[in-house]
């Protein structure tokens, strides 16, 4: 809402308040001021001019030379624009005037022509090129006959006003419109407001003797205003009517739409002017639309309309899409005569899916779909009555046509003050507390000690006692609430063991050397699958802005790859990310399965200490350690079991497994995967992280540090290619029985010297009895079972 | 003999000032003091003398014996303090090259901010409660006084999955699930989550961001608890310093609702180009629980009231540490994300 200061002037006194005074103390009580424009942008020395001879240049074929009465001297001025004409009254900056943009205008001599100033457009003095009227949008601006030549045109054309942007919450409806926005400046300032006069004569004949009405959706259009004016000249508007319209963002085209428009800004209520010969019936019916029905509204579009919108007809055929815009078949033309003005009450539901349907608002529908004041429907229609008489030399004929089935009544909100209190916190005395009430001008009267409010049907926010503790409050001002803290039982906070182990989780993969990343939930339907753990139906949104962002994922890793060939482009070559976060799981229940994921993905070098000749590139092992060291913090046991997966490496690929069960995956990227990211060797992970949180570890019970010595005892095995270290392991696990503590990999080797399709590994064994010092001969005998148990597996010793 | 003796003493002393190194000094001790050196030699020679000598010339020996060890001793620390000070000479290394780097990671910055708003409000007693970002339009919209069709829905433009379900546009729905799981018992939680929004990527608006809410439900919860609770909250997250200005607002869910500024950390409140001149900041959105809501989940909105307040994390941390697009929280850039290494404790 754009509110021009001099305009509210009208209706309140501001005080002499300075724009941005005003303006804080508007945002401070409830309504944020976001800007506080100012209209004269500074310009000084612009002036009426009369232009008494224009000629075209000789030089140039687009410029003219005039001779403009600028008040007591004439000066020659070059003007480019192609409706310039002798006789004209127009806007001149003359030499030593600044306009906006930091334009400074000085005597120039244009293709061998003086030129002492500038004749201006409308645009040239700051006003945006969409609210300049269509006539003068391509040249300068033509001011009326009886504009006093040399006279201020700053002053006298009301560019001397500042207009406040008001950001309205979509609370306060009643702010958009001057009279509710006086009302509100009223109350801040403590003053009154005061209504325009309405006043005309009719004329002999009834508006019923020309119009007919009928309502056949009075549940939608409860209220039904017409007023007939005819005989009006349409022209343009008077400069006063005009200016205020571009002050507030509102083009001005002719003195009846005009007017229809300012009534709209000033009342808050949306009109409509029809020409009355074009409706061909003398009739109004306002019905719901026969599905398929046709309608060409003034932006020219040709709708198709459906049976919940709602229409004005003309008894036959639609005429205007009822609160939202008007028909160009009913349209006020230059040769109108007769006009119909309609003031109307719309339920908001249906203006707000008529407008929804077609993609069509206006600052009728935006109005009627927050809600219109019931009680301004009728005064609205009077007031434009009125202007158009004044401005149009129409005459008004007498009476409405109407249908008024519109509940008007004042809402009934009662209040006890110790109620007010004991929601703020504060101890507002009840005088004071019927002071602001009447600031707001609610009628209240005290009732044993409650307060008992009428509240204005322009105030649709206010319902209930909690609004009207806004109300004081606001107006008391939010500064007096004291600062206390809550009075009640104390509570020890913190985390679930879920969360706080996630922190944990989080902690340890930062101390590993991870980055955190945060990517996108939504992504490709291409993507939103690939590197899942599990498949389901994919979830697509029903309107996606872009294919790009169109479905829930399914796993963490294609955008947490996105981002690392994000870094590798930008010469980034060594990137370890991970992520924790939701992927999205269809099931039989109402909602998805939001299933919290880590993924890791690292590319590049692990370790880089070039000069002391340490360097090491990211590998499978890498982060199969940073998987392993996480579950033991967590105090799971996770194992891995050779895997696969598309976009993964095949011989390079595991599942880690949790108590039988597949928890997640880790693995190289394929190389063709690798080459289509544009990556090098990329290993990544992507886990079902909710798994690990939810598991509950064991109680941590000390065992004994040992006091007696351990033994170690190394073996060297050559096996086939294909025996996994892991298998071998465990038979020395189960060969080696309690008194075998640990058994360790220290090395490996498939170089030359080996036999085609073998390696070697080596295992160094270590035997521990907490109870006693191990004999050599009780270590020989359990390592020889060892032994053969590996003989039996194929492994060969080697010496 | 004696003479024999002090030529023995002269040319050992000279040996030992000779040596230059432990091993030739170590030689040296062999050769003269060794079982099979000179002075044993002497000493077993002794029996031949008269017995009446041979006390005088032991003693005499002796002496001789003791003067050299001194002064075998005395090379030897010398010589054993060159030796240790040529190695530490020759072991010397260049301090200013670099480290063993550690490899590090860090936490992202929105992690940072949130879980600095967690842990504080944490220390005064609340948990931290989580829901589902895909969620019921009942959730997200109706319980929370948005019913279908109302104006304040245009707010928040939605991507909806069905009619019904959506990706929620707030994390609000955690406070409606929460208080109707609580069934009419107070609450004291904070509510952190990815919340999204139709709208389309730029340096202010991203589709997808974070927020962080918070409600307090009670008996007798006051406004002016809002108030004190949103100032503890300024001054422990922007400093001491901090003041807080509150000013009416609307949200459906909060009735009074207030937006709360904070006076600007960078300039104190004097007007730079951070709070865009005016001294204040807009940091979050507040208010006290609209009785529909209350009643909603289940409470007697005449016996317990509550305080709500929620906040966007990214437009904290572009406040904090000086972000001027949005979109970097989501791009991973690591040459953004490692900046946000260092603790500002």
């Known amino acids: 809402m754009l509110v021009s200061i001099k305009w509210l002037q009208e209706y309140v006194d501001t005080q002499g308040l300075a724009p941005a005074d005003l303006g804080e103390k508007i945002t401070r009580s409830g309504i944020e001021v976001d800007a506080v424009i100012d209209r004269s942008h500074g310009m000084t020395n612009v002036v009426v001019g009369y232009v008494k001879e224009c000629v075209k240049h000789p030089e140039a074929d687009k410029l003219s030379i005039c001779q403009v009465d600028v008040g007591g001297e004439t000066d020659q001025i070059i003007c480019g624009a192609p409706n310039i004409a002798a006789g004209q009254k127009v806007i001149v900056a003359r030499p030593g005037a600044t306009l906006p943009g930091d334009i400074k205008i000085k005597k120039a001599k244009l293709r061998g022509e003086e030129s002492n100033g500038m004749i201006c457009s409308l645009q040239e003095l700051g006003i945006e090129s969409k609210l300049v009227p269509k006539a003068y949008a391509e040249g300068i601006y033509v001011l009326p006959e009886e504009a006093e030549t040399g006279s201020d045109v700053i002053t006298n054309f ?16 009643d702010a958009m419109s001057m009279i509710g926005v006086a009302y509100e ?4 300032l403590s003053e009154d407001v005061k209504l325009p006069e309405i006043s005309y004569t009719e004329a002999a004949d009834s508006a019923s003797s020309l119009l007919t009405l009928n309502i056949d959706a009075p549940d939608a259009n409860p209220l039904y205003v017409a007023k007939v004016v005819r005989n009006v000249e349409v022209k343009e508007s008077p400069m ?21 428009n300012y009534v709209l800004m000033e009342y808050g209520q949306p009109l409509h002017a029809f020409d009355y010969d074009s409706l061909k019936t003398g009739n109004i019916t306002v019905r719901h639309a026969k599905e398929g029905e046709m309608i060409t509204t003034l932006d020219n579009a040709e709708r198709k309309l459906s049976a919940h919108n709602l229409v004005i007809t003309n008894g036959e055929e639609p005429v205007a899409l009822a609160g939202v815009m008007g028909g160009a078949n009913s349209e006020v033309s230059a040769s109108t005569t007769t006009i119909v003005i309609e003031s109307a009450y719309f339920a908001s539901g249906s203006i707000r899916q008529t407008s929804k349907d077609h993609n069509l608002r206006s600052d009728a529908s935006s109005r ?60 507002i005395s009840f005088e004071e507390m019927m002071r602001i009430l009447k600031r707001l001008k609610f009628n209240t009267e005290a009732i044993n000690g409650q307060l008992v409010i009428s509240v204005p049907t322009r105030r649709q ?50 101390g590993a050397g991870l980055l955190q990343a945060i990517t996108y939930s939504l992504t490709s339907s291409k993507s939103a699958q690939q590197f899942a753990l599990a498949k389901t139906e994919m ?179 050559v096996l086939s290619k294909i025996v996994e270290a892991g298998s071998i392991e465990n038979t020395i696990r189960n060969a080696g029985g309690k008194l075998l503590k640990q058994v360790r990999v220290f090395d490996l080797y498939e170089g030359d010297n080996m036999e085609e399709g073998k390696k070697s590994v080596a295992f160094s064994l270590t035997y521990f009895d907490p109870e006693k010092t191990l004999t050599d001969e009780e270590v020989t005998r359990v390592h020889e079972k060892v032994l053969s148990a590996l003989k039996d597996a194929g492994a060969e010793l080697r010496s | 003999m004696e003479a024999q003796l002090h030529v023995l003493k002269t040319e050992a002393l000279e040996k030992i000032a000779a040596s230059e190194n432990v091993k030739e000094l170590n ?51 010398l010589l054993e303090e060159q030796a240790i000070n040529e190695k530490l000479q020759s072991e010397t290394i260049d301090v200013t090259l670099p480290g063993r780097p550690v490899q590090t990671g860090n936490a992202h910055p929105l992690t940072r901010v949130v879980e600095e708003i967690e842990d504080l409000f944490i220390s005064m007693g609340y948990e931290i409660a989580e829901g589902p970002e895909v969620e019921k339009d009942y959730y997200n919209f109706e319980a929370l006084n948005l019913p ?83 100032s503890v909250f300024a001054k422990k997250m922007f400093g001491d310093e901090r003041e807080i200005r509150l000013r009416p607002s609307f949200f459906p869910f909060t009735e009074p609702s207030v937006e709360m500024d904070i006076s600007c950390f960078k300039c104190g409140g004097s007007g730079c180009n951070v709070c865009k001149k005016t001294g204040w900041l807009e940091i979050l959105g507040a208010g006290m629980v609209h009785p529909n809501v209350l009643e909603m989940a289940g409470y007697d909105s005449k016996r317990l009231t509550g305080f709500a307040f929620g906040m966007g994390p990214e437009r904290i941390a572009m406040l904090k540490y000086g972000v001027e697009d949005i979109r970097h929280f989501y791009t991973n850039d690591v040459r953004f994300l490692s900046q946000f290494q260092r603790t500002e404790v």
């Open chain 1, 158 to 173: 009301d560019l001397d006003d500042t207009v406040l942007e008001l950001g309205l919450t979509p609370n306060r409806a």
């Open chain 1, 185 to 188: 400046v009223g109350a801040i």
């Open chain 1, 240 to 260: 006063w009517l005009q200016q205020r319209l571009m002050a507030a963002g509102v083009r001005p085209h002719n003195n009846i739409v005009d007017v229809t």
């Open chain 1, 368 to 427: 009627y779909e927050k809600g219109v004041d019931p009680n301004r429907v009728i005064p609205a229609a009077e007031r434009a009555a009125s202007l158009i008489a004044e401005l149009s030399g129409g005459e008004v004929l007498s009476g409405s046509v109407m249908f008024d089935a519109l509940d008007k009544e004042e809402k009934i909100v009662t209040v006890s003050p110790d109620f007010i209190n004991a929601r703020l916190g504060m101890k």
């Open chain 1, 461 to 510: 926010d206010i319902q209930i006692e909690e609004d009207v503790v806004e109300e004081i409050a606001r107006l008391h001002g939010y500064d007096e609430i004291p600062a206390t803290l809550p009075e009640m039982e104390t509570t020890p906070g913190g985390l679930t063991p879920y969360q706080h182990k996630r922190r944990i989780v989080r902690n340890y993969l930062e």
């Open chain 1, 539 to 717: 979830t697509r949104l029903l309107m996606p802005m872009s294919e790009e962002r169109s479905t829930l994922r399914q796993s963490l890793l294609p955008h947490l790859l996105e981002s690392v060939s994000f870094n590798t482009a930008r010469r980034s070559d060594s990137v370890a990310l991970y992520e924790t976060g939701a992927v999205f799981l269809k099931t039989d229940g109402e909602l998805l399965d939001e299933e919290e994921h880590l993924a890791v993905a690292m590319t590049g070098l692990w370790l880089d200490n070039a000069w002391q000749g340490e360097k090491k590139s990211v590998d499978f092992f890498v982060l199969k350690g940073i998987v392993e060291g996480l579950a033991a913090k967590l105090g799971v046991a996770l194992e891995f079991e050779r895997g696969q997966m598309d976009g993964l490496h095949p011989g390079r690929t595991a599942y880690i497994i949790k108590d039988g069960n597949r928890i997640g995956v880790i693995g190289q990227l394929h190389p063709s995967e690798q080459a289509a990211r544009n990556l090098k060797d990329t290993i990544v992970l992507e886990m079902n992280l909710a798994v690990l949180l939810n598991a509950e570890p064991e109680a941590l019970l000390y065992t004994p540090v040992p006091r007696y010595p351990s033994m170690s005892r190394d073996v060297a095995l």
């Open chain 2, 27 to 77: 030689g040296v001790r062999v050769a003269y003091l060794g079982k099979k050196g000179p002075i044993t030699d002497l000493l077993k020679g002794m029996g031949k003398l008269p017995a009446e000598e041979r006390p005088k010339m032991g003693a005499l020996v002796n002496v001789v014996r003791e003067e050299v060890t001194a002064s075998l001793e005395e090379r030897m620390a």
């Open chain 2, 148 to 230: 279908k069709g109302h104006p304040a829905r245009d707010m928040q433009d939605s991507f909806y999955i069905t009619e019904d379900i959506l990706l929620r546009t707030h994390t609000s729905p955690v406070q409606a699930r929460t208080m109707e799981a609580k069934g009419g018992e107070p609450i004291k939680i904070i509510c952190p989550g990815k919340v999204y929004r139709r709208d389309n990527d730029d340096a202010t608006h991203s589709h997808q961001f974070t927020q962080i809410e918070g409600l307090v439900i009670g008996e007798d919860i006051r406004m002016s608890d809002l108030k004190g609770t949103l």
